[in-house]
């Protein structure tokens, strides 16, 4: 950066997408609308790396560190109680629509076994912000929703209901070629 620039900071609103199939078509970019986020989202990346040790040092001050993976978590807060949402968010934890709401019913523990792979509900996540212009996209190429970190339903008299909702990365392993987890950028510079 040659020099500061107040217009290149960013406010970046938006929504989520599940299975998105073409940035340059208009939203929901051929998938399945979330919802709007109340502040956007949240992108972690956890870097996994082991200490190494050596008895030079006392066998505890690590000399390096050998990287072993990293983890990549998008979390954010729905504000639109919505059946695919819910769908999505609480894979096998929902009744069929029906009832005489005909609304789905979200239920604990679920439909899901344990020892069910997460997989078997995985798909593409996208961030889509409301400026696609300036905005900045990201795009999961796959993720499971991960209830178990912080999937949460809030009902406030001070505040609009929301969900919360975790997104955890997978490495699409059918895909040898297939070195990006994550891409956090212009739309027009990410393939889906």
Same mark, same amino acid.
């Given at each position: 950066?040659?020099?500061?620039?107040?217009?290149?900071?960013?406010?970046?609103?938006?929504?989520?997408?599940?299975?998105?199939?073409?940035?340059?078509?208009?939203?929901?970019? =051929?998938?399945?609308?979330?919802?709007?986020?109340?502040?956007?989202?949240?992108?972690?990346?956890?870097?996994?790396?082991?200490?190494?040790?050596?008895?030079?040092?006392?066998?505890?001050?690590?000399?390096?560190?050998?990287?072993?993976?990293?983890?990549?978590?998008?979390?954010?807060?729905?504000?639109?109680?919505?059946?695919?949402?819910?769908?999505?968010?609480?894979?096998?934890?929902?009744?069929?629509?029906? =009832?005489?709401?005909?609304?789905?019913?979200?239920?604990?523990?679920?439909?899901?076994?344990?020892?069910?792979?997460?997989?078997?509900?995985?798909?593409?996540?996208?961030?889509?912000?409301?400026?696609?212009?300036?905005?900045?996209?990201?795009?999961?190429?796959?993720?499971?929703?991960?209830?178990?970190?912080?999937?949460?339903?809030?009902?406030?008299?001070?505040?609009?209901?929301?969900?919360?909702?975790?997104?955890?990365?997978?490495?699409?392993?059918?895909?040898?070629?297939?070195?990006?987890?994550?891409?956090? =950028?212009?739309?027009?510079?990410?393939?889906?």
């Amino acid at each position: 950066m040659a020099s500061d620039n107040f217009a290149s900071i960013l406010r970046n609103p938006g929504r989520l997408v599940w299975d998105p199939t073409d940035l340059s078509i208009a939203f929901p970019h =051929g998938g399945k609308s979330l919802g709007f986020t109340r502040d956007g989202v949240l992108v972690q990346t956890i870097v996994g790396a082991t200490p190494l040790v050596a008895e030079d040092f006392g066998g505890v001050e690590p000399f390096n560190y050998m990287f072993i993976g990293q983890l990549y978590t998008l979390s954010a807060d729905l504000i639109q109680w919505d059946d695919d949402t819910l769908q999505v968010a609480f894979p096998g934890g929902l009744t069929v629509a029906g =009832g005489t709401s005909g609304e789905r019913v979200v239920q604990y523990p679920g439909t899901l076994d344990q020892a069910s792979l997460l997989s078997s509900v995985s798909g593409k996540l996208l961030f889509s912000p409301e400026d696609l212009t300036s905005g900045k996209v990201v795009l999961f190429k796959k993720v499971v929703p991960f209830i178990a970190d912080a999937s949460e339903i809030l009902f406030r008299r001070s505040e609009h209901a929301s969900l919360k909702v975790v997104f955890r990365a997978l490495r699409d392993i059918a895909l040898a070629a297939a070195k990006q987890v994550v891409e956090v =950028g212009d739309r027009r510079d990410i393939t889906i």
